[in-house]
């Protein structure tokens, strides 16, 4: 339903109806119930319309960046890292490096994740690009600790940036 108010706003009304047989007059009842929903329904549509903004920063962004909780296990990981790492989400979700990096990327990636979830701090270097599948040769790595509503450490996030043609240029 979608009554108007007297300004002329639209309400988004659920609307319910029920009935029942009243065990002492023997007379079908009706029981009708209304809800507005107007500022749910303005709260979901704000919060899809943000979900697409971040979808489409995450889809664009010229960095691979990922999602892991404090298990090192993949979580999220965007459209750039399942291009240069040739894994899609789906192969990557709840995988730790060892599973699928060379030996010395997975370390690397390993020995930093603890750094960040144990010093609870953000952490940047540069490194070869190994484990990449595309011509990149070198790699800007961040990584931060991502909390919870409580401040508690409940995974990390990082992004790889390719610095390949800014190395050449020094």
């Not at 919060?47 to 920063?57: D, F, P, R, V």
């Not at 192969?91 to 060379?102: I, K, L, S, T, W």
């Not at 979830?117 to 040769?137: C, D």
Request: charged share 25%; with cysteine.
């Amino acid at each position: 339903l979608h009554p108007r108010t007297r300004d002329g706003r639209t309400l988004t009304v659920r609307a319910w109806m029920t009935s029942y047989l009243d065990p002492r007059t023997n007379a079908r009842r009706y029981l009708v119930g209304a809800v507005d929903r107007t500022a749910q329904q303005a709260a979901e549509s704000e919060l899809a319309k943000k979900q697409g903004q971040l979808n489409a920063i995450m889809d664009m962004a010229p960095a691979a960046i990922y999602l892991k909780d404090t298990g090192r296990r993949y979580q999220l990981v965007n459209r750039c890292f399942e291009q240069w790492f040739d894994r899609p989400l789906a192969q990557v979700r709840g995988q730790v490096d060892e599973d699928f990096a060379p030996a010395d990327s997975a370390k690397l990636a390993r020995d930093t994740d603890l750094q960040v979830l144990q010093s609870g701090r953000t952490l940047q270097y540069q490194r070869p690009a190994y484990g990449i599948e595309r011509a990149v040769e070198r790699v800007l790595v961040t990584k931060f600790p991502v909390r919870d509503e409580a401040g508690v450490i409940v995974g990390l996030c990082g992004f790889i940036l390719d610095v390949s043609e800014l190395t050449r240029m020094h």
